[in-house]
């Protein structure tokens, strides 16, 4: 485990979090009058290709969870080579067809909470943030995929769009700009499944949301089978700041390889849960300072430091910089920095129960492992949570988390076993513990059939 | 394909790429599915998903193998069934790899927690993948301690599919074959994780739209699993109990491979062979469920005379003896003197037609071909059951006698980058190649159809209608989009036709001069199974066999040589409908007739008074039937499994096939319950002839079609324009849109199109409780503005001529125009449209039924 480089003095940076606490702060007048749409007008003057360059070397990466680098993604996107037609033998190729944008606001990951109170304070940004990304990747289409449970966001969503139809930041011609883009918000219909890229392109499309096969990869075969972008609320909402501060301003906060500032949800046993926005590489340490500390004082447990898919870590990673590369040394991940704070007063087996019923509710269904995986972890779990578990299943539980770990079709299922095989790497002794309920004369319950 | 280390590495061939499986070096072709390139190193990678003819899904993870690309090992074990080979990669399959081996095993135990204990019970026991596949990659005892998830069992997908649900694997082959090679998205998978299932609309909803598929049989064929099984086998039988036999499908001129499981001397399940370059893996319903027709009551196994009015079954030597005195009788014109209507004395009828039906192997075609010109001395033969003409002749001689597959075949419509069908619903009238339209139009053929409405074959291979007031095909052919034409003269077009081409005056001639025109290649492609090779074989009042016409005396002679006589009749012979109405008026004095429905033939009643008026009539035939009420002489023959011949297809292919039960191997021939041993056709008239002092060589169908190899073909240039010209006024062929404007109420009559639907109680159907279910219902199609000015309403029933009532659909026909199917099933029967007088291009009344008027036919099926 490696110290964090530096110390900020105050490691609060509101970028995207400035205007928040604005009363309607919503409002495109709010938004304009703090310098809204000011990116827009100086991207326009730039060169689609620069606009991705710019990104590119922002060392800006995506906040949906994995982290990739999103100038690199646009740069994916076939566009065709300076003063190339289309002819019979390529009109078909991608260069030559419409590209997409399309923006994931699905936030199901449990303890995730930014991209939602982003949409609801600053819906603009987001907007401001699709209009360059839009221009930069040549697109004329852009969707934002919302989850459908969040109907606040999702009106206020609605309303910020025909705002910005009326102010003609969207529609034919932006500006004179010869620009044109349409922002459709579609509502999802509540599948955690949805928030994969692939699922939510095919969920898009009103098809049934299951991953699609990669390769084709959705930069060259997306919606529709067209070139498209998929990124996440936060990434293009911090998309306007990069155009109007620079790219060595960006670089200012956070660290060499994770620049810039991040949301972190904090949320469980802390005296202030909130979105507390502070460069990448910030420790929970400094995030439980700016929370006003552990609530009422009860000691630190264990924590996520990025939604249940990333593995736990315990009081002794309070100083573990949470960026991309610190939490992977550290044996987890960064996730979307969704921050699940639990004190002494929790059980581990029970939480990781919890977390495994989440997993096998979502489970698309689409791949054994996953599907089937979770069907048993979960009914392993409650019944040890039942005090019917046996020092056996400790290892079956482990063993059937190695069959689902990297054999998944998607993410889906390796982040699923995180909490578990975490969960007993740290804190075996209560899983035994739970074992010792069975009275000892009793042989193990078995409850199904063989 | 592989070589020793040591050896100087070849250079990687043009095209391939060079990696290593399991320690050995392969080329494989770009492209290649690494899960078959270790297939063909003899490495079995297990698998559920995977199926070489669906698009990857990668959904089961069974195929799970190490893979390392420019010396990196890949992180997680990947999918074979989903990766494709690149050069440089090494791979390692459970055979070498740990860590496949693992990720294998557990994939395995993870299908089997919740699998039921069902093998004992469970059809697939015995073939099961499941079974295997847990034998050879999985644990022998389970650590799973919960309760194994259930379902409600069986949920009817159809009347002929059922599913276990508890028995899926998920692994998606039923849904995505539905979807990708058959077009009907009949089931979908439903709920997710654990609760993940098959489902159709109605599971999903309550209620849905009715199951609509020809190929809903496929799904339980490539079901890894027990958990799609048939209402016709399900707990029928154990595979180890059956012998299986390949087989031809007697059903239609696609010309599938089948396999054919059987026991005790019935069949118990048909299934597609594999056929690469006919059916590939894909039999249709029809021919996959309609096998037990052989065991219906009505099958005749003994043959039978008639006796005091009544048919008495005798022992063959009489019956053989007194069908030849008949016909010799019938022949010579020795019966009793007739006298005319004024009381004149007229000649004794004289001469004797045969009709041998559209459903015959090539052997026994050929045997009624010869038959008829040595036996019975003339040409008066026709195999064609339905409506026929003369253009239809020449266009036969010109364009299909004697053409071999290399001219059009399933390969040639797969690679056309346009394909153009005329008079011919591909998903009605020939399934297998409705699947290989599909299949091509969605890699990017255009299958255009030229058809009064948007049918859902046109909808599956891509929604190009050509539309066409019935009857005036010929003009739209003549005038073609530009665009069009234009495509048909790019190398590799091709023009489909179908046999009902003959119901529309001129059509043929159009579609042979479209040929001339345009350079594109012409095949026809006939309903039955036995049409195309009763071309070939002569089966035809101007064709002799090997493509060689009658009026040819050269060929006639050539004929003649071979067959040891020393000349044939030169006269062309009648056509079915000639010989019906010479029969009728009391000039042609008998018939011989081989499997022929009379409601099939364009004249129903006709062909009644025929029989009626014909003095002897002699019936070849599997069952009792409206023909055998007639018949003075009845002589059975064997149906398809008991005996072995050759089906030539559409594309003039042979099909050959062995006997599947051979009814003279003791018990395992019983056949319906008797020891009976029926013949073919082709031996039967070979006895018959004996008794009439002719040898006709065609004892056994080897026999035959050794002589008619002998024979061999003319060499034919299938692009001989037919020599008959166009035919006269055909209107102007404006194309057109559906009419949706209501104009006056209409009170004239309408322009009828129809053709024959795949399931609509055929002959062969019989016997089957539940492959009815699944045709499509025989609806009225009508445009919304038509329907309005004729007062039609739809769900409502419609009356078609007097007295048949069918539900009204809407579809986009041309304005003044309805479609319906030419054959409805009532109870009891089928009620033909030509039997009641009507037929393709036809006006017609069609009104909303008033009450109480003539009591109605109902063809079955609600309205909804
Ligand atoms: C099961 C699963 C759920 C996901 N849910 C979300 C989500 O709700 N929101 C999101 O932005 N990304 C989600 N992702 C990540 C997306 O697949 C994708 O990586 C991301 O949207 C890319 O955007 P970014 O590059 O801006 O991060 C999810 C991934 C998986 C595997
Ligand atoms: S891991 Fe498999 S079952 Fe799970 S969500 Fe992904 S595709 Fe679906
Ligand atoms: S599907 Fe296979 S493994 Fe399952 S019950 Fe049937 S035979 Fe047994
Ligand atoms: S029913 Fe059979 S083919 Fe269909 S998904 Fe289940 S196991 Fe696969
Ligand atoms: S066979 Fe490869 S994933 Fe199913």
Redesign the interface.
């Known amino acids: 485990m490696s110290e964090p480089e530096e110390y900020r003095p105050d490691p609060l940076t509101p970028v995207l979090t400035r205007r928040w606490l604005l009363p309607e702060s919503w409002t495109l007048r709010h938004y304009t009058e703090l310098g809204g749409y000011e990116a827009m007008r100086q991207a326009f003057a730039m060169a689609p290709a620069d606009l991705v360059s710019l990104v590119k070397d922002s060392g800006l990466r995506g906040r949906g969870g994995a982290g990739f680098p999103t100038g690199m993604k646009w740069s994916f996107i076939p566009q065709p080579k300076p003063g190339e037609e289309p002819t019979a033998a390529t009109e078909d190729a991608p260069q030559f067809k419409p590209k997409y944008l399309v923006i994931n606001a699905d936030e199901g990951e449990p303890g995730t909470c930014k991209d939602t109170p982003l949409m609801m304070a600053d819906p603009h940004s987001l907007i401001e943030g699709c209009i360059i990304t839009a221009f930069a990747i040549r697109a004329n289409f852009c969707a934002i995929y919302i989850r459908g449970e969040i109907v606040h966001a999702i009106r206020r969503l609605h309303f910020a769009v025909q705002e910005a139809y009326a102010a003609g930041h969207l529609g034919k011609d932006i500006h004179g700009s010869g620009f044109d883009l349409d922002i459709v918000v579609h509502a999802g219909a509540g599948a955690y499944i949805c928030g994969e890229e692939t699922a939510l392109l095919d969920s898009l499309e009103g098809r049934r949301g299951q991953p699609r096969l990669k390769p084709p990869f959705p930069a060259t075969a997306g919606l529709y089978a067209a070139p498209t972008v998929v990124n996440n609320v936060e990434t293009i909402a911090t998309v306007p700041s990069i155009v109007a501060g620079g790219k060595d301003w960006f670089r200012t906060m956070g660290r060499e390889r994770s620049p810039g500032p991040k949301i972190y949800s904090l949320s469980g046993h802390v005296e202030r849960p909130g979105q507390y926005e502070a460069p990448l590489g910030t420790t929970l340490r400094q995030l439980l300072e700016m929370a006003g500390g552990m609530k009422d004082g009860i000691p630190l447990k264990f924590w996520t430091p990025g939604g249940s898919s990333t593995p736990l870590f315990t009081d002794e990673h309070l100083d573990v910089p949470l960026d991309f590369e610190g939490a992977a040394e550290a044996g987890s991940m960064l996730g979307t920095t969704a921050v699940m704070i639990f004190n002494e007063t929790v059980s581990v087996p029970w939480a990781v129960m919890k977390w495994t019923e989440f997993y096998e509710h979502e489970s698309c269904g689409k791949c054994t492992p996953c599907r089937e995986g979770n069907y048993w972890l979960a009914g392993i779990l409650r019944r040890m949570n039942d005090g019917q578990g046996t020092e056996e299943d400790i290892d079956t539980l482990l063993d059937v988390c190695s069959n689902v770990l990297g054999r998944s079709f998607c993410a889906l299922g390796d982040g699923a076993v995180s909490p578990i095989t975490s969960g007993i790497k740290y804190f075996r002794q209560e899983f035994l513990d739970l074992c010792q309920a069975q009275p000892a004369a009793t042989d193990r319950v078995l409850a199904g059939a063989h | 394909m592989t070589q020793a280390p040591e050896q100087e590495a070849p250079p990687v061939p043009e095209g391939h790429v060079r990696l290593t499986i399991d320690g050995r070096t392969v080329d494989a072709p770009k492209g290649e599915i690494l899960i078959r390139t270790c297939e063909r190193l003899g490495i079995v990678v297990p698998r559920f998903c995977d199926h070489p003819l669906l698009e990857?899904?990668?959904?089961?993870?069974?195929c799970?193998v190490e893979v390392e690309m420019g010396g990196r090992p890949m992180?997680?074990?990947q999918a074979s069934c989903?990766m494709t080979v690149a050069d440089g990669m090494v791979v390692k399959t459970q055979v070498t790899s740990a860590v496949a081996d693992?990720?294998q095993q557990?994939?395995m135990?993870?299908?089997l927690?919740?699998h039921p204990?069902d093998c004992p019970i469970c059809d697939k026991g015995g073939e099961c993948p499941l079974q295997n596949q847990a034998m050879s990659s999985g644990r022998a005892?389970?650590?799973?301690?919960?309760?194994?998830?259930t379902f409600e069992k069986p949920l009817p997908i159809s009347d002929e599919v059922l599913l276990d649900r508890e028995r899926c694997?998920?692994c998606q082959r039923c849904t995505r074959f539905s979807d990708q090679i058959a077009g009907d998205p009949f089931i979908?998978?439903l709920?997710?994780?654990?609760?993940?299932q098959i489902g159709t609309e109605e599971t999903a909803w309550g209620a849905g739209e009715e199951f609509q598929s020809y190929f809903s049989g496929n799904t339980i064929q490539i079901c890894p699993v027990g958990a799609l099984t048939s209402a016709s086998y399900r707990f029928r039988s154990r595979p180890f109990d059956l012998v299986s036999t390949p087989g031809q499908c007697e059903h239609c001129a696609s010309g599938c491979s089948t396999r054919r499981d059987w026991r005790r001397g019935g069949v118990t399940r048909v299934l597609a062979g594999e056929e690469p370059t006919v059916n590939e893996e894909w039999l249709c319903d029809k021919g996959r469920f309609a096998f037990r027709y052989p065991a219906s009551p009505q099958r005749v196994l003994q043959p039978m005379v008639r006796e005091d009015g009544v048919l008495t079954p005798v022992p063959w030597v009489d019956a053989l003896e007194r069908a030849a005195t008949l016909l010799a009788g019938a022949r010579d014109g020795r019966g009793e003197p007739r006298t005319g209507e004024d009381g004149e004395e007229l000649a004794p009828k004289r001469g004797v037609g045969v009709l041998p039906g559209g459903r015959l192997t090539v052997e026994d075609a050929y045997a009624y071909a010869k038959f008829a010109r040595l036996a019975l001395h003339t040409n008066d033969v026709d195999q064609r059951a339905r409506a026929h003409s003369d253009e239809e002749l020449d266009f036969l001689a010109g364009h299909v006698a004697g053409v071999a597959p290399s001219h059009v075949s399933y390969a040639h419509l797969e690679a056309a980058r346009t394909v153009l069908c005329v008079a011919f619903d591909p998903e009605e009238e020939s399934p297998i190649v409705f699947l290989r339209l599909r299949k091509a139009a969605r890699h990017g053929t255009r299958v255009v159809h030229v058809g009064s409405w948007t049918t859902p074959a046109v909808v599956k291979t891509g929604g190009h209608l050509l539309a066409a007031v019935p009857g005036e095909e010929p003009a739209a052919l003549a005038d073609l989009p530009d665009d069009l034409a234009a495509a048909l003269a790019a190398p590799g077009a091709v023009v489909l036709v179908g046999e009902r081409a003959a119901e529309v005056p001129g059509l043929l001639t159009a579609v042979s001069e479209l040929g001339a025109r345009t350079g594109a290649r012409i095949a026809w492609v006939p309903r039955r199974a036995g049409e195309r090779g009763g071309v070939d074989a002569g089966a035809l009042p101007t064709l002799l066999p090997g493509a060689r016409r009658v009026d040819d005396a050269d060929a006639r002679e050539a004929v003649a040589a071979v067959w040891g006589v020393p000349s044939l009749p030169a006269a062309p012979g009648r056509d079915l409908t000639a010989m019906l109405t010479a029969a009728r008026d009391g000039e042609l004095a008998g018939l011989v007739l081989g499997g022929v429905e009379l409601a099939d033939l364009p004249d129903p009643d006709l062909a009644r008074a025929a029989l009626a008026e014909a003095d002897v009539v002699i019936s070849l035939e599997q069952v009792l039937s409206e023909v055998t009420e007639h018949a003075d002489v009845v002589l059975p023959v064997a149906p398809a499994v008991n005996r072995s011949g050759t089906y030539r297809n559409w594309e003039g292919r042979d099909r050959p096939f062995a006997t599947t039960i051979d009814p003279g191997q003791g018990g395992s021939g019983r056949v319906g319950g008797t020891a009976a041993v029926t013949l073919p056709d082709c031996r039967v008239l070979d006895s018959l002839a004996v008794e009439m002092d002719v040898d006709l060589f065609t004892q056994t169908p080897q026999a035959a079609a050794a002589e008619l190899a002998e024979l061999g073909t003319v060499a034919v240039t299938p692009s001989t324009p037919a020599t008959r010209p166009s035919s006269p006024d055909v209107s102007d062929g404006t194309r057109l849109t559906s009419d949706d404007s209501s104009g006056p109420p209409l009170t004239g009559r309408v322009r009828l199109a129809t053709w024959r639907q795949l399931i609509d109680g055929g002959a062969l159907l019989a016997e089957e409780t539940d492959l009815p279910g699944t045709a499509r219902p025989p609806r009225l199609r009508v445009a919304a503005g038509t329907a309005e000015r004729l007062g039609l309403v739809a769900g409502e029933p419609a009356r078609l001529g007097d007295t048949l009532d069918l539900v009204v659909e809407l579809a986009d026909l041309p304005a003044d125009v309805v479609w319906a199917p030419s054959h409805v099933p009532v109870p009891g029967g089928v009620v033909t449209l030509a039997g009641l007088g009507l037929g393709h291009g036809d006006l017609v009344d069609v009104a909303a039924p008033v009450a109480a008027a003539v009591a109605p036919v109902v063809a079955h099926g609600e309205p909804q």
């Open positions: 990857p899904a990668g959904a089961c993870r069974q799970l992180p997680k074990p989903t693992k990720a557990g994939v135990e993870l299908l927690i919740n204990l005892e389970s650590r799973f301690h919960e309760h194994k998830r694997v998920l979908e998978l709920e997710r994780g654990a609760h993940q």
